[in-house]
């Protein structure tokens, strides 16, 4: 291969990973909720609640934060709904709440309105944000946050790789907390089909060819992560005297999202492909290659490729533009 080619395809491939490696948004969390309803509700967010019950870190944040809200009760208004941003062992704001009043259906279509005051806990060692709602600081006092975030961390179940949504409730009989409700939320695992078609360049020869792809998508914590697939390329071009000739390639491939935002994904993978059906003198019976596949938008992808003939022999770059539908 030319040293030209060389270059060429190797700023393609940094390209394609510096553009990968960009993408940042705000993750999926996996949500723990408690309602006593009347004195507070409590939303815990965390990337991996699992991460709660294998630390115990849960337990010393509440811990820590019942004892900091003992000493900072005093400065907390009375007179208008309030905000408490908590930074565990870093720092504390008070400040007026956005929200002055905030109401919800019930069930019934009732109008209820909803506790006055917040506070946030931030953990950032745990990757994860507690949110409490109440009224009445003197009734929040009354909780006992670390016996509250033990019951919760003993009866977390078992990891998963979905995202869980977890609610708990009083138990009537001992005045302890049971899992009421463990449901999935976000993606599940999924099949796909896809069909296609595709521009490509190799040896100063264009060729356009139809493909059809079926894989199997897996779910991490709500976002289609790992897509593993067989797919099926047949590439046309044309002989001298103007006849079509067809080429046919079957490959397989594996694709990574290495966005964390579920409207917006960034695929990226490898594929190895063996010539199945040869025609004309462009490939030979032994043509295998190999690329990297990168979907810039949604259903139009790029993909850097190398070419052998035999295995690591004669290499030759292409390029493929394609299209889904």
């Known amino acids: 291969m030319k040293t030209r080619d060389c270059y060429l395809l190797t700023f393609l491939f940094v ?17 723990i909720r408690f309602e006593e309803h009347a004195h507070l509700d409590l939303l815990i967010l965390a990337e991996d609640y699992h991460e709660l019950k294998k630390s115990g870190g849960l337990k010393e944040v509440f811990e820590s934060f019942q004892v900091d809200l003992n000493e900072i009760q005093e400065d907390l208004p009375e007179d208008i709904p309030y ?7 870093d720092n504390v ?22 506790f006055r005051n917040r506070i946030i806990i931030y953990d950032v060692a745990n990757k994860m944000e507690a949110i409490i709602t109440f009224n009445d600081v003197a009734a929040l006092l009354d909780v006992d946050f670390p016996l509250l975030a033990e019951e919760i ?14 609610e708990y409730r009083q138990d009537p009989s ?37 493909s059809g792809e079926i894989g199997i998508h897996l779910n991490q914590k709500g976002l289609l992560k790992d897509q593993f697939y067989i797919s099926n390329n047949l590439l046309f071009s044309f002989s001298e005297n103007g006849g079509i000739i067809t080429n046919n390639f ?11 935002d579920r409207l917006k994904p960034n695929w990226l993978g490898v ?43 004669q290499v030759s770059p292409g390029f493929r533009i394609g299209i889904g539908l």
């Open 250 to 260: 079957t490959n397989l491939g594996y694709r990574r999202n290495f966005s964390d």
């Open 15 to 31: 390209l394609l990973f510096q553009a990968v490696s960009a993408q940042h948004a705000e993750v999926l969390r996996d949500t």
């Open 93 to 114: 704001h008070i400040q007026p709440n956005p929200i002055l009043k905030s109401y919800r259906f019930s069930g019934e279509r009732e109008l209820l309105e909803n």
């Open 174 to 210: 001992n005045q302890g907390l049971i899992l009421s409700q463990d449901r999935f939320t976000g993606y599940m695992d999924m099949l796909s089909i896809r069909a296609g078609v595709g521009a490509n360049v190799y040896q100063n020869s264009f060729l356009t060819d139809i």
């Open 271 to 313: 594929e190895f492909g063996l010539v199945t059906k040869r025609s004309g003198a462009l490939f030979k019976s032994n043509t295998m290659r190999l690329g990297v596949n990168w979907e810039i938008v949604k259903n139009i992808s790029v993909a850097p490729q190398l070419y052998f003939n035999g295995f690591f022999k």
């Open 153 to 166: 961390s003993n009866q977390l179940p078992e990891r998963h790789r979905f995202l869980r949504s977890l």
């Open 83 to 89: 905000l408490v941003e908590y930074w565990h062992q």
